[in-house]
């Protein structure tokens, strides 16, 4: 064999003659396209902003401070529903996990949606519960799950709280069939209590199946117990009490830049605002932490309402943002500094 007949059929050679291969493509354009929707996103949301800022009555706005701290408080405490219902999820696949090291993987596990994608939770949170014991594959399985039936929630009270919390000027765009809805308050809140009922049984079955199906092919172990329809249905609304303390705490926010007394008659406004904005962040993957289409969805959910304005929200916006972040910033600090104590 002469050297060319070596160059030519050396696999060396064939790697580097070969032309990408449009998956290959698509992994190297990917990151930059996802990154510069995003920018595109940050530059629509901030344009609206300044141009809402403009338009808006001046008015003189002072923040408190002082709301800030329960503001702060109730976000962080509106996750704990949530670390219940996954505990609760992997205590039916027989994953024996503490309080503690459940609490700990989801509170510092929550930064890793500050990453496009936010993907980077479940990987996290199912690391950090290997550590204690538990299969971790089991646990990003179930912290999905929790995820999604949190955001199933919220979009849930959101479309039941429509009637009395969407601003007027978005219900007179909808078909004249629709607007009636608003006419009939207990409508919406009736039928999407009888759905989430109702899908509670094909979603048990669901997750029962990606559940076993993410176990290792080489395991000797049995199957996991199925989900039960109850358990979902307890899901539903063990997470609802976290989006209730969310909202109080953007009605805190609120009267940290706000000269009116505080009014809870505003909180199912402040619920469905909290609802609307977190899940419209959640869809829109690009955005990490929701960043950006949060504050949009706030302010546009927030400025047509009559207690509040333009400029109250959106100052809001932008503080709650902080808040939540730092206090998200807070939390994950603590539980890092104070490791897993050892049994």
Request: charged share 15%; glycine share 6%; with cysteine.
């Amino acid at each position: 064999m002469d050297d060319h007949s070596a160059i030519k059929t050396s696999p060396m050679a064939v790697t580097a003659e070969s032309p990408v291969t449009p998956k290959t493509l698509q992994r190297r354009i990917w990151p930059y396209l996802k990154w510069g929707l995003f920018i595109v996103v940050m530059l629509f949301v901030g344009k609206r902003a300044i141009d809402l800022w403009r338009n808006s009555p001046k008015t003189d706005l002072r923040v408190d401070a002082r709301w800030l701290v329960p503001a702060a408080a109730l976000y962080l405490v509106g996750w704990m529903p949530s670390v219940w219902f996954w505990r609760a999820m992997l205590k039916r696949m027989h994953q024996k996990v503490g309080w503690y090291d459940a609490t700990r993987a989801y509170y510092i596990g929550h930064m890793g949606k500050y990453l496009p994608g936010k993907a980077l939770v479940l990987v996290m949170r199912g690391t950090m519960l290997k550590e204690a014991g538990a299969n971790p594959v089991f646990a990003g399985v179930t912290a999905a799950y929790e995820t999604l039936m949190f955001m199933w929630s919220g979009a849930a009270l959101a479309v039941a709280l429509a009637p009395v919390a969407m601003p007027a000027v978005y219900w007179q765009q909808l078909p004249l069939a629709v607007q009636g809805l608003r006419q009939q308050v207990w409508l919406l809140p009736v039928i999407v209590l009888v759905a989430t009922v109702a899908v509670t049984p094909f979603s048990a079955w669901l997750f029962t199946f990606v559940g076993r199906k993410a176990l290792p092919r080489d395991s000797n172990s049995a199957a996991p117990p199925p989900f039960t329809a109850s358990l979902m249905v307890q899901g539903a609304f063990i997470t609802t009490l976290g989006w209730l303390c969310h909202a109080a705490s953007l009605g805190c926010t609120l009267q940290a830049v706000s000269n009116r007394p505080f009014d809870l008659a505003l909180f199912p406004i402040w619920l469905a605002s909290v609802c609307v904005s977190n899940v419209g962040g959640f869809v829109i993957l690009i955005a990490p932490g929701g960043l950006g289409v949060r504050e949009w969805l706030l302010v546009e959910m927030l400025k047509d309402q009559p207690p509040i304005g333009v400029a109250q929200a959106v100052v809001a916006a932008g503080l709650l943002r902080m808040v939540w972040f730092a206090s998200e910033l807070l939390a994950a600090g603590v539980f890092v500094l104070r490791k897993r104590p050892r049994l």
